[in-house]
Structures are given as C-alpha cells and as structure tokens.
C-alpha cells in the first residue's frame, strides 16, 4: 500500500475458490470485483473467504447477478461466460448460498441494472435481467438467522471514520449520520460492534429482552394484524347479526363447531 517505508503487500497466485495458502482466521478484509461469477464452484469461494476471515472480518465485493437461474444449456457458452452473464448467480441462490457458509447477514449496498448492448448476446440471454451489486458479508458467530430482531438497541455514530465525517454507510438501509441515535436489529449491532467499525460507535442496550421483529425491516411479520376486518367478515358470512367485540372473540377462539351448533351463550367467554 502506498505511504509506507517498506513494502507490505505480498502477491499469491491462486483461484478464487481455494485459497489453500492463505491460513484460517488470518484475513481482516477480502476485496473482489467481478471474479466470483467466474468461479465453476461458488460455495467453494464463500466457504474459503470465511474460513480465512478472522471474526469480524469482512468480504467487500461487487458482482453480476441474474433476475432468474440461468438455464443449463446456457451456462458453459464461452461467450455468455466471458462476458459475466451466464455464471451470474440469481441473486435469492446467492443470499440462501452464503448464509449456508455463514454468512448469514448479508448486505446490499449498491446496485445498478446492466444492459444488454449486443445483439447477439441479447438474443441468447435476453429473456434475463442482470445487476451489478456490491455485498457486504460479515463473519460474526453468532448471528440472528435472520435480519431485523428487534432487543431494543441502539448506537451512535461518532463521526470519526477520517473518510466518513458526517455519515457512515452501512449498506442501503443502514446509513447513520454523526451523533444522531439509530434503533438496530441484533444482526446490525453485532456487525458495528464485533468488526473493525467498532471503535467509531457508541453502543446502548444489551441482547436480554427480545421484542419481537422491526418494523420496516427486511423480514416481513407474517401473520394477519387486522384482527378486527378479518374477523368482521367472518362473522358477515356466519350471520347478520349486530357484532360486538365479544362475538368477535367468540369467533376467534370458540369451537370451530359453531355453524353446526350454533350460537351458545355458556360458551361465550371460552
Ligand atoms: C472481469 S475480470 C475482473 C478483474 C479485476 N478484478 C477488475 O476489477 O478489473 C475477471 C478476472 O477474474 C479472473 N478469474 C477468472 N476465474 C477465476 C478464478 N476461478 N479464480 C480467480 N480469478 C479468476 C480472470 O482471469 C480475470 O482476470
């Protein structure tokens, strides 16, 4: 690197997906653009960089990912190949595949759509779209399985990243402005807190309390929270009687009977 008396860069020739001279737990900070969709065994790549990333570690690369799989006939074209389209990753693979490694919080921070210029090439592929991305993957033991658990932490950003005086972007949804409080999922805050960034935020709150999923979070709350519209047309369909909340109970955690039985005063409060 540049500004140092002796050299401390050392070169090792070598592929992608095995990085045998390279001992584990040694690596702070991996850096790629554009090689791993030419990589013939991808897992190979993931599970090398987080075998040789020390904890906290991370790998910063930009890619091509497709919209779609790829289909097999299409896959080994040399043209497809050396233009970085037909070894593209759909991106949902890509995120299933890294978290299997470990990298089970993976983050987005860039990506544009690419197009197709060439004829030829459009003709083969066209039916796919493909984006260029740049993705964060941190190796952190103990991640949540998934983004946006919420404990109730939260962080400040100090402003002291010297690149980075006013903001520090994270990735796309995660960007936080010098001395302005943020709330975090888990998965955030063990990233701050167990990389290199660590010393640049002040962290508040610990893992003890559990409250549930974010909102506005990558993970979707799956269930129904319109208790009362959903059960209101229920009970249109079972009667047109007057509905009160009580009968709205009823309907939710009564007998699933009821159309054959009927309305039961004894079991109201059930
Ligand atoms: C699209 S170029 C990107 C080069 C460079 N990273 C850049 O940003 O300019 C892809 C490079 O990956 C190399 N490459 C292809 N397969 C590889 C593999 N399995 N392991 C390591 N490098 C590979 C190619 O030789 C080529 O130099």
Known sequence: MYGYSKPNVEF???YIE?????????????VSNCVVNLSPNKKDVFKEAYRVLKPGGEMYFSDVY???RIPEKLLHDPILHGE???GALYWNDFLSLVKTVGFK???LVKDRPLSITNKD???LIGFAKFYSATYRLFKIAEFDNTDGEDYGLKIKYKGTIETCPDIFILDKENKFETGKEYNICGNTYRILNESRFRKHFEFYGNFEIHYGIMNNCSSIFPFNKEKCCMESENMNDM???DNTYEDNYYYQYGPWDYNYYG???DNYYY
């Not at 095995?18 to 991996?30: H, Q, R, T």
């Open 66 to 68: 497709s919209d779609r």
């Open 84 to 86: 970085c389209l037909s």
């Open 105 to 107: 919080s993976p983050r």
């Open 263 to 265: 309305y039961n005063q």
């Open 12 to 14: 090792i020739k070598g």
């Open 239 to 241: 009667e047109n009687n």
């Open 18 to 30: 095995n990085l045998e001279a390279i001992p584990d737990n040694s690596i702070d900070l991996i």
């Open 121 to 123: 090439i459009e003709k």
